[in-house]
Each structure stands twice: as structure tokens, then as C-alpha cells.
T-cell receptor, first 110, second 115 residues
Framework: GQQVMQIPQYQHVQEGEDFTTYCNSS?????IQWYKQRPGGHPVFLIQ?????EVKKQKRLTFQFGEAKKNSSLHITATQTTDVGTYFC??????????FGAGTQVVVTP | DAGVIQSPRHEVTEMGQEVTLRCKPI?????LFWYRQTMMRGLELLIY????????DSGMPEDRFSAKMPNASFSTLKIQPSEPRDSAVYFC?????????????FGEGSRLTVL
């Protein structure tokens, strides 16, 4: 079945630095979603990408959907302590059910 | 507007006891999902409902797990009997759109510890 893989699993970032987390699917996706979960919190929707090659920005966050619609990335510029948390990508499997990746846990050092 | 409401937020119980988790979805959302989150397995979809009808329960781990949605504003996830390996955070989520196509709104979760 469809699997969504995320790398890295863990990212330690100095405040002010940039970083990127990647999401790869074994199958073509109709769309991909990104969520953020703060420590002790619940997943919160960030964005959905639908079109091949789509790029969307939210302030310091840039989301990209690959041309083949099998991969996606989240790039954060000038990381702040408020960016701490785990970032999940999620895509629908062949039955339409949203499958989550394992997440990238981000730790920010002031 | 209130978001998805789950109760209890924390539950500690002993092995063999029955556990009931509750969820109130966002009004107007036709889809309700139950997820389980553990360090080992991440976020797993257990079951989802559309218009109060269970559509896919293939993620329910065992017969010890059952879920109901008696009306559009209430759902339960029951574990009977509970086992230590059921310890996890259980999230309920709702959505106005069909599964896999739109944003999921998650509740704050119910953290279950089975001793």
C-alpha cells in the first residue's frame, strides 16, 4: 500500500537558520497536506497542495509539491523558537484515507 | 466556534478495565475520524464515519476496540478489556469534506495510560 516517508526524523536547528524537511510517497498523490504538532499538543493543519509543482508560502514557511506529485518539501527560513514541534505530511492512499508520515521533530536552540 | 471536543483529556486505568473515550465534532462536519498516536507507530487511522455511518474500520486493532456514532454530534471509542499496549494518545478529528481531500480538525486528544 501507499507509504509516506519523511526525512529527517529529527532536526536540531540554531535560531535564525534555515532548514528543510522532505516527504516522499511510494505512489502518486492527488494532494498532500502538512500539519504541525506542538509538544503535548494536537496536529494543526498548515496547508494543502494539489497541483504538480505547486509552491505556496506562509510567512517564513515555503511548501512545494513535486512535479511527479510523489514528493513534497517544507522549508523554513530564519527559524524561531515558535517553530518548535513536529511537522507531518499526509497524503491520501488508494482508498482515500489520509496517511501520515512519521513526522520531523524540530528542536530550536536559541 | 468551538473546535473538536474530546474527553477525558487524561485517563489512567488498570489492565482489564473498560475505557470509553468521547468526541464531539465540529457542527456541520460530516466526517469523523479516530486516530491513535504512539511513538512507535505514529498517527494511525482507526476508523472513520460519514454522516454517522462507519465507513472503514480496517484500522481498528482488535475486537477489543469498538466505535459508535449515535448522532452527528457525538462519537465514542471503547476499549474492553484494556491492555498496557493500548496506552497512547487518541485523537478525534472531523472534516467537512470527504476523506483525504481536505483539512482535518483535530481535538486535543485523550491520553490513555493502561497500567
Amino acid at each position: 500500500g501507499q507509504q509516506v516517508m519523511q526525512i529527517p526524523q529529527y532536526q536540531h536547528v540554531q535560531e535564525g537558520e534555515d532548514f528543510t524537511t522532505y516527504c516522499n510517497s511510494s505512489t502518486t498523490l492527488s494532494n498532500i497536506q502538512w500539519y504541525k504538532q506542538r509538544p503535548g499538543g494536537h496536529p494543526v493543519f498548515l496547508i494543502q497542495l494539489v497541483k504538480s509543482g505547486e509552491v505556496k508560502k506562509q510567512k517564513r514557511l515555503t511548501f512545494q509539491f513535486g512535479e511527479a506529485k510523489k514528493n513534497s518539501s517544507l522549508h523554513i527560513t530564519a527559524t524561531q523558537t515558535t517553530d518548535v514541534g513536529t511537522y507531518f505530511c499526509a497524503g491520501p492512499d488508494s482508498w482515500g484515507k489520509l496517511q501520515f508520515g512519521a513526522g520531523t521533530q524540530v528542536v530550536v536552540t536559541p | 466556534d468551538a473546535g473538536v471536543i474530546q474527553s477525558p483529556r487524561h485517563e489512567v486505568t488498570e489492565m482489564g478495565q473498560e475505557v470509553t473515550l468521547r468526541c464531539k465534532p465540529i457542527s456541520g462536519h460530516d466526517y469523523l475520524f479516530w486516530y491513535r498516536q504512539t511513538m512507535m507507530r505514529g498517527l494511525e487511522l482507526l476508523i472513520y464515519f460519514n454522516n454517522n455511518v462507519p465507513i472503514d474500520d480496517s484500522g481498528m486493532p482488535e475486537d477489543r476496540f469498538s466505535a459508535k456514532m449515535p448522532n452527528a454530534s457525538f462519537s465514542t471509542l471503547k476499549i474492553q478489556p484494556s491492555e498496557p499496549r493500548d496506552s497512547a494518545v487518541y485523537f478525534c478529528a472531523s472534516s467537512p469534506t470527504t476523506t483525504g481531500t481536505g483539512e482535518l480538525f483535530f481535538g486535543e486528544g485523550s491520553r490513555l495510560t493502561v497500567l
